[in-house]
């Protein structure tokens, strides 16, 4: 299984376009231990030669552009290498992108019931019509192969699974975090090739629980929420009024964080994804980025590949 992160950061990217923090200083002035980042996804293929998209970024043009294995092959006057999109979600950051896909290309579109009833419910994605863009629900707990737009299998099979994560902002109707939490809002995915390489993605997830350690136990590679060093850190640094367990994100330190919660499960690679541009892991530079290093952990950037 071959695996490209077309964007690394959380919704936003690095740097962000209207904050002034130090971070997204560093990386507007081309300091190389601060590389900017695009907002969160990754591309995997079973053969090197169809893809899979798993999120759609409002950056995807871009990041598209910038993966040569995403282009169109030689000799093709339309079309692309692209083959199917799995959302985990239906934030702005996970769905936006599907609107720069609308130029005629065939692709299959996976997600759960909840997301695709919110795409179903807004016009604007009518622009990627069916039986052109035929739209798949995925249900927690069911295995089943993944496919292109015409039923061909791309030799990778999904388990989607709940995690813990909120609603999208946009559907927000309280600000109780209690109330927001759906556990129909957010999936996890399991995915494998047909030699049996794992690769999980969880971008959003806002607590790691007995069950969710024994569900990516022994994968081959997982990539996790990384978006906040700290729960308070952007009221902290004067950037925001939500923690990040308003957020419905779990931080990366702590007793209770990501890299304590991992430890005693067994992993092949660990890779922090969907970073928000205040956390200080995205300066390979800071104490932080060793402590992520030295837990056994990796820091996502865009055109990180990595292969099982």
Known sequence: MKVRVLGAAAGGGFPQWNCGCANCRRARTGDPQA????????AVSADGDR????????????????????????????GSPIAAVVLTGADVDCITGLLSLRE??????????????????????????????????LDAGATEEIRDARGEPLGLTVTPFRVGGKVPLYTEAS?????????DAVIGLDITDATGHRLVFIPGCNAVTDALRIR????????????????????NAGLGHKSGTRMGHISVSGETGTIASFAPVKLGRRILIHINNTNPILCDDSSEAAQVRAAGWEVAYDGMEVTT
Not at 35 to 42: E, F, G, I, N, V
Not at 53 to 72: E, G, K, V
Not at 109 to 135: K, M, Q, T
Not at 216 to 235: K, P, Q
């Open 51 to 78: 893809w899979v998209l798993l999120n759609a970024s409002p950056d995807l043009p871009n990041q598209i552009n910038q993966a040569p294995c995403l282009h169109p092959k030689p000799g093709m006057l339309r």
């Open 35 to 42: 590389k900017p980042r695009t907002q969160a996804s990754l």
């Open 104 to 137: 005629g290309h065939e692709f299959g579109l996976y997600g759960p019931a909840s997301v695709l009833d919110i795409l179903h419910r807004n016009v604007i994605f009518d622009v990627l019509p069916g039986p052109r863009v035929p739209r798949r629900v």
């Open 175 to 183: 600000d109780n975090i209690e109330e927001l939490l759906s556990p």
């Open 216 to 235: 990516v136990d022994g994968a081959d590679l997982l990539f996790f929420d990384g978006t906040l060093w700290h729960d308070n850190e952007m009221i």
